[in-house]
Protein backbone atom coordinates (compact mmCIF):
# COMPACT_ATOMS: atom_id res chain seq x y z
CA UNK A 1 0.00 0.00 0.00
CA UNK A 2 1.21 3.25 -0.57
CA UNK A 3 2.26 5.85 1.71
CA UNK A 4 0.44 9.13 1.48
CA UNK A 5 3.59 11.09 2.42
CA UNK A 6 5.39 9.69 -1.14
CA UNK A 7 4.14 12.95 -2.68
CA UNK A 8 7.84 13.73 -4.24
CA UNK A 9 6.32 11.69 -7.37
CA UNK A 10 2.44 13.27 -7.16
CA UNK A 11 3.83 16.01 -8.65
CA UNK A 12 2.23 19.73 -7.41
CA UNK A 13 -1.48 18.45 -8.44
CA UNK A 14 -1.04 15.98 -5.35
CA UNK A 15 -3.33 17.21 -2.30
CA UNK A 16 -1.81 15.41 0.73
CA UNK A 17 -4.32 16.50 2.67
CA UNK A 18 -7.27 14.68 0.73
CA UNK A 19 -4.92 12.03 0.37
CA UNK A 20 -4.73 11.51 4.29
CA UNK A 21 -8.58 12.12 4.99
CA UNK A 22 -9.49 9.86 2.11
CA UNK A 23 -6.99 7.18 4.03
CA UNK A 24 -8.80 7.77 7.46
CA UNK A 25 -12.08 6.50 5.40
CA UNK A 26 -10.36 3.71 4.20
CA UNK A 27 -9.83 2.13 8.01
CA UNK A 28 -13.46 1.36 7.78
CA UNK A 29 -13.86 -2.65 7.15
CA UNK A 30 -16.77 -4.58 8.10
CA UNK A 31 -14.74 -5.63 11.02
CA UNK A 32 -13.36 -2.39 12.22
CA UNK A 33 -16.42 -0.73 12.69
CA UNK A 34 -14.88 2.33 14.86
CA UNK A 35 -11.80 3.92 15.39
CA UNK A 36 -10.02 6.51 17.88
CA UNK A 37 -7.91 9.04 17.22
CA UNK A 38 -4.71 7.10 18.07
CA UNK A 39 -5.74 4.25 15.75
CA UNK A 40 -6.14 6.97 12.49
CA UNK A 41 -2.94 8.62 13.59
CA UNK A 42 -1.07 4.94 13.60
CA UNK A 43 -2.90 3.77 10.37
CA UNK A 44 -2.43 7.05 8.72
CA UNK A 45 1.29 8.01 9.95
CA UNK A 46 0.45 11.44 11.19
CA UNK A 47 0.18 13.38 14.47
CA UNK A 48 -3.17 12.73 16.93
CA UNK A 49 -3.29 16.14 16.96
CA UNK A 50 -3.86 15.93 12.34
CA UNK A 51 -5.98 12.74 12.71
CA UNK A 52 -8.17 14.16 15.52
CA UNK A 53 -8.86 17.23 12.86
CA UNK A 54 -8.78 15.13 9.95
CA UNK A 55 -12.23 12.96 11.80
CA UNK A 56 -13.52 15.93 13.37
CA UNK A 57 -13.65 17.46 9.65
CA UNK A 58 -15.44 14.24 8.49
CA UNK A 59 -18.27 14.38 11.62
CA UNK A 60 -18.62 17.88 10.38
CA UNK A 61 -19.17 16.47 6.95
CA UNK A 62 -21.55 14.04 8.27
CA UNK A 63 -19.76 11.14 7.24
CA UNK A 64 -18.60 9.90 10.78
CA UNK A 65 -20.08 10.34 13.98
CA UNK A 66 -18.37 10.74 17.62
CA UNK A 67 -19.12 8.35 20.57
CA UNK A 68 -17.54 9.36 23.40
CA UNK A 69 -14.14 8.37 22.20
CA UNK A 70 -14.72 6.42 18.80
CA UNK A 71 -15.76 7.41 15.46
CA UNK A 72 -18.08 5.61 13.19
CA UNK A 73 -19.50 5.84 9.75
CA UNK A 74 -22.54 7.23 8.62
CA UNK A 75 -24.82 5.99 6.60
CA UNK A 76 -24.34 9.22 4.34
CA UNK A 77 -20.97 7.85 3.33
CA UNK A 78 -22.73 5.61 0.91
CA UNK A 79 -23.35 8.91 -0.89
CA UNK A 80 -19.63 9.44 -2.03
CA UNK A 81 -20.04 5.53 -4.30
CA UNK A 82 -23.89 6.65 -5.68
CA UNK A 83 -22.76 8.27 -8.91
CA UNK A 84 -20.44 5.97 -9.46
CA UNK A 85 -23.04 2.98 -8.62
CA UNK A 86 -25.60 4.64 -11.03
CA UNK A 87 -22.90 5.10 -14.14
CA UNK A 88 -21.57 1.46 -13.44
CA UNK A 89 -24.84 -0.42 -13.20
CA UNK A 90 -23.29 -3.03 -15.50
CA UNK A 91 -22.22 -4.54 -11.73
CA UNK A 92 -25.31 -5.12 -10.81
CA UNK A 93 -26.29 -6.85 -13.97
CA UNK A 94 -23.02 -8.89 -13.49
CA UNK A 95 -23.98 -9.99 -9.73
CA UNK A 96 -27.12 -11.64 -10.77
CA UNK A 97 -25.19 -13.68 -13.35
CA UNK A 98 -22.84 -14.29 -10.78
CA UNK A 99 -25.20 -15.49 -8.44
CA UNK A 100 -26.59 -17.90 -10.81
CA UNK A 101 -23.53 -19.39 -11.78
CA UNK A 102 -22.65 -20.03 -8.04
CA UNK A 103 -25.76 -21.61 -7.31
CA UNK A 104 -25.97 -23.84 -10.57
CA UNK A 105 -22.29 -24.88 -10.26
CA UNK A 106 -22.07 -24.71 -5.83
CA UNK A 107 -18.53 -23.20 -6.26
CA UNK A 108 -17.86 -19.05 -5.81
CA UNK A 109 -17.87 -17.44 -8.67
CA UNK A 110 -16.75 -13.32 -9.16
CA UNK A 111 -15.93 -10.08 -11.07
CA UNK A 112 -13.16 -8.47 -9.74
CA UNK A 113 -11.29 -5.01 -11.46
CA UNK A 114 -7.84 -4.12 -11.62
CA UNK A 115 -6.93 -1.63 -8.60
CA UNK A 116 -3.10 -0.95 -8.36
CA UNK A 117 -1.50 -4.30 -7.89
CA UNK A 118 -4.80 -5.73 -6.50
CA UNK A 119 -8.20 -7.17 -7.57
CA UNK A 120 -11.11 -5.23 -6.60
CA UNK A 121 -13.99 -7.73 -5.91
CA UNK A 122 -17.20 -5.60 -7.69
CA UNK A 123 -19.65 -8.61 -7.88
CA UNK A 124 -19.51 -11.73 -6.02
CA UNK A 125 -21.51 -14.50 -4.46
CA UNK A 126 -20.79 -14.25 -0.80
CA UNK A 127 -22.65 -17.09 0.88
CA UNK A 128 -19.52 -19.25 -0.53
CA UNK A 129 -15.98 -19.33 0.29
CA UNK A 130 -12.54 -20.76 -0.50
CA UNK A 131 -10.28 -18.56 1.56
CA UNK A 132 -10.87 -18.30 5.92
CA UNK A 133 -11.60 -14.94 5.35
CA UNK A 134 -15.44 -14.25 3.77
CA UNK A 135 -14.51 -12.01 0.79
CA UNK A 136 -17.31 -9.50 0.17
CA UNK A 137 -17.59 -6.47 -3.01
CA UNK A 138 -15.19 -3.96 -2.81
CA UNK A 139 -12.41 -6.69 -1.03
CA UNK A 140 -9.08 -6.91 -2.32
CA UNK A 141 -6.63 -9.73 -2.90
CA UNK A 142 -3.39 -9.50 -4.38
CA UNK A 143 -3.35 -9.76 -8.43
CA UNK A 144 -0.16 -11.28 -9.24
CA UNK A 145 -1.44 -14.56 -7.36
CA UNK A 146 -5.19 -14.67 -8.34
CA UNK A 147 -6.40 -16.09 -11.48
CA UNK A 148 -8.11 -13.12 -12.37
CA UNK A 149 -5.62 -10.72 -11.31
CA UNK A 150 -3.06 -12.66 -13.63
CA UNK A 151 -5.93 -12.10 -16.93
CA UNK A 152 -6.04 -8.55 -16.25
CA UNK A 153 -2.42 -7.76 -15.41
CA UNK A 154 -1.83 -9.83 -19.10
CA UNK A 155 -3.54 -7.00 -20.47
CA UNK A 156 -0.32 -4.20 -19.51
CA UNK A 157 2.70 -4.03 -20.85
CA UNK A 158 6.16 -4.92 -18.91
CA UNK A 159 7.12 -1.47 -18.30
CA UNK A 160 3.56 -0.77 -16.77
CA UNK A 161 3.70 -4.12 -14.56
CA UNK A 162 7.00 -2.40 -13.45
CA UNK A 163 5.26 0.93 -12.33
CA UNK A 164 2.65 -0.96 -10.49
CA UNK A 165 5.55 -2.69 -8.52
CA UNK A 166 7.39 0.24 -7.58
CA UNK A 167 4.41 1.79 -6.43
CA UNK A 168 2.46 -1.06 -4.58
CA UNK A 169 5.03 -3.98 -4.34
CA UNK A 170 6.93 -5.61 -3.88
CA UNK A 171 5.63 -8.91 -4.83
CA UNK A 172 5.40 -10.85 -1.83
CA UNK A 173 5.95 -14.79 -1.85
CA UNK A 174 2.28 -15.85 0.33
CA UNK A 175 3.15 -19.30 -0.43
CA UNK A 176 5.85 -21.79 -1.74
CA UNK A 177 4.19 -21.64 -5.20
CA UNK A 178 3.77 -18.22 -5.59
CA UNK A 179 5.21 -16.31 -8.62
CA UNK A 180 6.51 -13.04 -6.37
CA UNK A 181 9.78 -12.25 -8.96
CA UNK A 182 9.30 -9.73 -11.92
CA UNK A 183 10.64 -12.30 -14.44
CA UNK A 184 8.61 -15.05 -13.88
CA UNK A 185 5.49 -12.78 -13.18
CA UNK A 186 6.18 -11.85 -16.88
CA UNK A 187 6.77 -14.99 -18.63
CA UNK A 188 3.23 -16.44 -16.34
CA UNK A 189 0.95 -12.70 -17.65
CA UNK A 190 2.63 -14.22 -21.66
CA UNK A 191 1.37 -17.37 -21.38
CA UNK A 192 -1.99 -15.86 -19.79
CA UNK A 193 -2.23 -13.54 -22.79
CA UNK A 194 -1.47 -16.34 -25.11
CA UNK A 195 -4.60 -18.37 -24.26
CA UNK A 196 -6.92 -15.50 -22.87
CA UNK A 197 -7.27 -17.50 -19.45
CA UNK A 198 -5.73 -18.36 -16.41
CA UNK A 199 -5.32 -20.45 -13.74
CA UNK A 200 -3.69 -20.08 -10.07
CA UNK A 201 -2.90 -23.23 -7.70
CA UNK A 202 -1.48 -22.69 -4.11
CA UNK A 203 -0.68 -19.26 -5.19
CA UNK A 204 -2.88 -17.03 -2.66
CA UNK A 205 -3.25 -20.05 0.04
CA UNK A 206 -1.72 -23.37 0.03
CA UNK A 207 -5.08 -25.92 -1.21
CA UNK A 208 -6.88 -22.77 -3.31
CA UNK A 209 -7.44 -22.84 -7.08
CA UNK A 210 -9.14 -20.70 -9.60
CA UNK A 211 -9.66 -20.38 -13.33
CA UNK A 212 -10.61 -16.79 -14.84
CA UNK A 213 -11.57 -15.52 -17.85
CA UNK A 214 -11.86 -11.91 -19.11
CA UNK A 215 -14.69 -10.26 -19.59
CA UNK A 216 -14.69 -7.05 -22.67
CA UNK A 217 -16.07 -3.65 -23.08
CA UNK A 218 -18.20 -2.10 -26.00
CA UNK A 219 -14.70 -1.26 -27.65
CA UNK A 220 -13.37 -4.52 -26.88
CA UNK A 221 -10.83 -3.68 -24.52
CA UNK A 222 -10.87 -5.90 -21.43
CA UNK A 223 -12.20 -4.29 -18.06
CA UNK A 224 -12.45 -6.93 -15.53
CA UNK A 225 -12.27 -10.86 -15.21
CA UNK A 226 -14.51 -13.54 -13.95
CA UNK A 227 -13.69 -15.80 -12.20
CA UNK A 228 -14.30 -19.28 -10.01
CA UNK A 229 -12.16 -20.80 -7.07
CA UNK A 230 -12.59 -23.84 -5.25
CA UNK A 231 -10.11 -25.64 -2.92
CA UNK A 232 -8.08 -28.95 -3.85
CA UNK A 233 -10.05 -31.57 -1.42
CA UNK A 234 -13.21 -30.50 -3.77
CA UNK A 235 -11.79 -29.67 -7.63
CA UNK A 236 -8.66 -29.92 -9.73
CA UNK A 237 -7.23 -27.45 -11.83
CA UNK A 238 -8.06 -30.12 -14.66
CA UNK A 239 -11.77 -30.45 -13.93
CA UNK A 240 -11.91 -26.07 -13.38
CA UNK A 241 -10.50 -26.12 -17.05
CA UNK A 242 -12.47 -29.10 -18.46
CA UNK A 243 -15.89 -28.45 -16.41
CA UNK A 244 -15.67 -24.78 -15.26
CA UNK A 245 -13.76 -22.74 -18.22
CA UNK A 246 -16.27 -23.05 -20.94
CA UNK A 247 -18.91 -22.18 -18.51
CA UNK A 248 -16.85 -19.12 -17.81
CA UNK A 249 -16.27 -17.85 -21.42
CA UNK A 250 -20.04 -18.27 -22.42
CA UNK A 251 -20.71 -16.36 -18.84
CA UNK A 252 -18.09 -13.77 -20.00
CA UNK A 253 -19.31 -13.36 -23.06
CA UNK A 254 -22.66 -12.53 -21.82
CA UNK A 255 -21.19 -10.02 -19.41
CA UNK A 256 -19.28 -8.73 -21.84
CA UNK A 257 -22.75 -8.12 -24.16
CA UNK A 258 -24.38 -6.59 -20.63
CA UNK A 259 -21.87 -4.18 -20.72
CA UNK A 260 -22.24 -3.21 -24.14
CA UNK A 261 -25.84 -2.42 -24.23
CA UNK A 262 -26.54 1.38 -23.08
Known amino acids: ?85 ARENRWLKATARVIELSNRMNEPFSVSVLDGLAIRFVARDQKRRIYSARLSVGDTLPAYCAAAGKVLLSTLEPDEIDDLIRKYGPLVKRTPRTIADREGLLTELRDVRLRSWATAEDEMDIGTLGIAVPIFDRRGKVVAALAVGSHKKRRSIEELERDFLPVLLDAADRISEDMATP
Open 1 to 85: MQAVEDVEEQGNDYSLSLARGMRILEIFTPEVRSVTTSEAADFVGISRAAARRFLLTLVNLGYLEQSKSSFLLTEKIATIGQGAF
